[in-house]
């Protein structure tokens, strides 16, 4: 059977959306998945985000790694499904929808710019041996390591990644890990990510970009509120209050676009 899919990137991240309101496609093959988001043998992407019914709010948001696992929440997926929940008739220009680590709000400014609120960060739940940043770990719907670096555009991301990813600490939950050039007194920095799951740098990361502000702001590197990252594939815009150690009203902007919709042979539910 065929299954209709779309392509949607923000700011590099690039998803394949698939409307499953129809329960039909088989989500419990992982292997079916990878393939999909295979960029030599499939449509390619960085993870595979279905849409789905929900009884109380817009819709859910199943969001797939590009090696088929299903962990964690995707920043720039959500603002990805956002549009595409748009395209589809399910929304105007906001929506309530349930996602992996809870429920999100999130809004559509224009046809080419979504935001999406984040859950709140507690700082103090975790334990920031360095409050000088040069390593910090935290939790945000994804688990993230920030690590402070002069100069990111010399990193061998994929390999220097890969060594703290499957290192001791880590290897059996896996974690994102943020390279970060910044300037003290400045609300811009450059950020690289190496992403669990895709298993090699990605062009953008979400949450990542949430985790990079947060710690920058805790650490008293950057003192405003409203930060923003510089990636690869492009900028984001982290906004949030903070009171003491506390997060909240925590927001991802940036841009998003369809780039083709297609049709591909497809697994589904006997």
Known sequence: MKIQFYKYQGTGNDFVMVDNRGGNFNYNNA????SICDRRYGIGCDGLILIEDNKDLDFTMKYFNSDGSELGMCGNGARCVTQFAK???????SAIFQASD?????????????????????MSNYDLI???FDNIYLDNGAPH???NSNDIDKIDVFNEGRKIRYGDKYKHEGVNINFVEFTSN???????????????????????????????????????EEIKISMKGGNLKVSFNRVGDNFSNIWLSGAVSEIYKGEINGDIKG
């Not at 292997?31 to 990878?34: L, V």
């Not at 395209?87 to 220009?93: A, E, R, S, V």
């Open 145 to 147: 390591l920030v690590i």
């Open 130 to 132: 360095d409050k000088n």
């Open 31 to 34: 292997e079916f998945i990878s």
């Open 186 to 224: 400045s609300s811009l920095c450059k950020v690289r990510t190496y992403e669990r799951g895709v298993e090699d740098e990605t062009l953008s990361c979400g949450t990542g970009a949430i985790a990079v502000a947060v710690v920058l702001n805790y650490s008293n590197i950057i003192n405003k």
């Open 102 to 122: 809870g429920a999100h709000h999130a809004e559509i400014i224009d046809n080419n710019y979504v935001r999406v609120k984040m859950n709140d960060i507690d």
């Open 87 to 93: 395209k589809l008739g399910i929304i105007n220009d």
